[in-house]
């Protein structure tokens, strides 16, 4: 089930094959795909597949990676309960093989194209926190599958065994591709520090740690990597958790010298905290861009905004209301099945153009330069900042 082509994004009701339980709060779901909507299906492993469902007479949307492997032609998600999260309590408590949900086709940057036919040794890493195992769950049974010259090494961080995702199916993969898959786990209830994955990581690379551990500390460190391949010479790093886990790894990867081109990052949860921080402002096509934008928006705070969301050949007119915080959430009274999914700017699903006006985002983990000089904004961390704003959703 690789995808090949590019893939017309359409939500289609696909049918619960199976609903299996990984821990006390989290499932893995298989959706049946008709054999017409297969190449709709395709995926690169990282992928993730929005969901769709009205949850209490609220039309609900949210984004899960793909755990399953092109080569075994299913397509998995995997879904842990967070507090207060709709979605993901309805679907560990609710759902059952046999019901039906409304299924995004495959989409997200956060992927791994293994090398075809390569000849020599081909070694990855993975860097998952919690329920950041979920999308390179995909990359390893891909790439160990794939090809008998790759390896796979994954550090992967848990409050304890009995909150581990996929435990049995990793010492599984463990036992089946001996010497080529690696399992580094941490377990921060059982006494690994936080900081431990970070050591680790860097002793793995045979740098210099910026903190001094006792010498027996550091033996059973040394121990832990001693058996793995040479890590400096691995293909790409792939992180998937926390914000402030990855970040720190990245640090760890910079400081010794691994190629940013090789650092690949997803992201499923961003701090309350780092919300309050304004970090983009993107202007209209005829308007142009002026640095005072901060004075704008006190400014702003005492006119009346108009916004103007284009989606199709819809447009949504209406005055903002600060108490939405975010063009989308206010958007979404009037409009219910707008593009959108994660709502904290992670996924890209709620990306739309500025046509006219400016607007200031929160937070943006899914744009890259390109396209933020281009006007794309992500709807869901956008606030107007001029008196008339037009965004145009694309195709």
């Given at each position: 089930?690789?995808?090949?082509?590019?893939?017309?994004?359409?939500?289609?009701?696909?049918?619960?094959?199976?609903?299996?339980?990984?821990?006390a709060?989290s499932?893995?779901?298989?959706?049946?795909?008709?054999?017409?909507?297969?190449?709709?299906?395709?995926?690169?492993?990282?992928?993730?597949?929005?969901?769709?469902?009205?949850?209490?007479?609220?039309?609900?949307?949210?984004?899960?990676?793909?755990?399953?492997?092109?080569?075994?032609?299913?397509?998995?998600?995997?879904?842990?309960?967070?507090?207060?999260?709709?979605?993901?309590?309805?679907?560990?408590?609710?759902?059952?093989?046999?019901?039906?949900?409304?299924?995004?086709?495959?989409?997200?940057?956060?992927?791994l194209?293994?090398?075809?036919?390569?000849?020599?040794?081909?070694?990855?890493?993975?860097?998952?926190?919690?329920?950041?195992?979920?999308p390179?769950?995909?990359?390893?049974?891909?790439l160990?599958?794939?090809?008998?010259?790759?390896?796979?090494?994954?550090?992967?961080?848990?409050?304890s065994?009995?909150?581990?995702?996929?435990?049995?199916?990793?010492?599984?993969?463990?036992?089946?591709?001996?010497?080529?898959?690696?399992?580094?786990?941490?377990f921060?209830?059982?006494?690994?520090?936080?900081?431990?994955?970070?050591?680790?990581?860097?002793?793995?690379?045979?740098?210099?740690?910026?903190?001094?551990?006792?010498?027996?500390?550091?033996n059973?460190?040394?121990?832990?990597?001693?058996?793995?391949?040479?890590?400096?010479?691995?293909?790409?790093?792939?992180?998937?958790?926390?914000?402030?886990?990855?970040?720190?790894?990245?640090?760890?990867?910079?400081?010794?010298?691994?190629?940013?081109?090789?650092?690949?990052?997803?992201?499923?949860?961003?701090?309350?905290?780092?919300?309050?921080?304004?970090?983009?402002?993107?202007?209209?096509?005829?308007?142009?861009?002026?640095?005072?934008?901060?004075?704008?928006?006190?400014?702003?705070?005492?006119?009346?905004?108009?916004?103007?969301?284009?989606?199709?050949?819809?447009?949504?007119?209406?005055?903002?209301?600060?108490?939405?915080?975010?063009?989308?959430?206010?958007?979404?009274?009037?409009?219910?099945?707008?593009?959108?999914?994660?709502?904290?700017?992670?996924?890209?699903?709620?990306?739309a153009?500025?046509?006219?006006?400016?607007?200031?985002?929160?937070?943006?983990?899914?744009?890259?330069?390109?396209?933020?000089?281009?006007?794309?904004?992500?709807?869901?961390?956008?606030?107007?900042?001029?008196?008339?704003?037009?965004?145009?959703?694309e195709?």
């Amino acid at each position: 089930m690789l995808k090949t082509q590019s893939n017309t994004d359409q939500f289609h009701r696909l049918r619960l094959s199976d609903v299996d339980p990984l821990t006390a709060d989290s499932v893995m779901l298989t959706f049946e795909v008709p054999e017409h909507l297969k190449t709709a299906y395709q995926f690169i492993p990282g992928q993730y597949l929005t969901l769709r469902q009205r949850i209490e007479g609220s039309l609900i949307s949210r984004c899960y990676s793909i755990c399953s492997s092109p080569s075994e032609d299913k397509l998995s998600v995997a879904i842990r309960k967070i507090d207060s999260g709709c979605f993901s309590n309805f679907a560990v408590d609710k759902l059952a093989v046999n019901d039906e949900l409304e299924v995004l086709t495959p989409s997200g940057r956060f992927q791994l194209v293994p090398k075809q036919a390569n000849p020599h040794t081909a070694c990855y890493v993975g860097v998952a926190g919690g329920s950041g195992i979920t999308p390179i769950m995909s990359m390893i049974q891909t790439l160990l599958s794939q090809n008998t010259n790759n390896q796979f090494v994954l550090f992967y961080a848990n409050r304890s065994k009995q909150t581990m995702m996929f435990r049995r199916q990793l010492l599984r993969l463990q036992e089946q591709y001996k010497a080529r898959f690696f399992l580094m786990p941490f377990f921060t209830e059982e006494g690994d520090d936080e900081n431990m994955i970070h050591h680790t990581i860097a002793l793995s690379l045979k740098g210099n740690l910026d903190i001094e551990l006792t010498a027996d500390l550091l033996n059973k460190r040394k121990a832990k990597v001693d058996v793995l391949p040479d890590l400096n010479q691995a293909e790409g790093w792939y992180l998937c958790g926390p914000q402030t886990m990855t970040e720190r790894v990245q640090e760890v990867l910079a400081v010794n010298r691994v190629s940013k081109s090789k650092v690949h990052r997803e992201l499923f949860f961003v701090p309350e905290a780092r919300l309050e921080k304004d970090v983009q402002q993107a202007g209209g096509e005829d308007e142009n861009f002026t640095e005072n934008g901060s004075q704008l928006s006190q400014n702003n705070v005492q006119k009346a905004l108009k916004v103007s969301v284009i989606h199709g050949d819809q447009t949504l007119n209406f005055n903002w209301n600060p108490e939405y915080e975010f063009i989308l959430n206010q958007a979404l009274e009037l409009k219910e099945d707008l593009p959108h999914a994660c709502q904290f700017g992670a996924c890209g699903t709620c990306k739309a153009k500025v046509v006219k006006g400016r607007v200031r985002m929160k937070e943006n983990m899914a744009l890259d330069d390109d396209e933020l000089n281009q006007g794309y904004v992500l709807t869901c961390q956008a606030q107007p900042d001029s008196e008339d704003v037009v965004i145009r959703y694309e195709d």
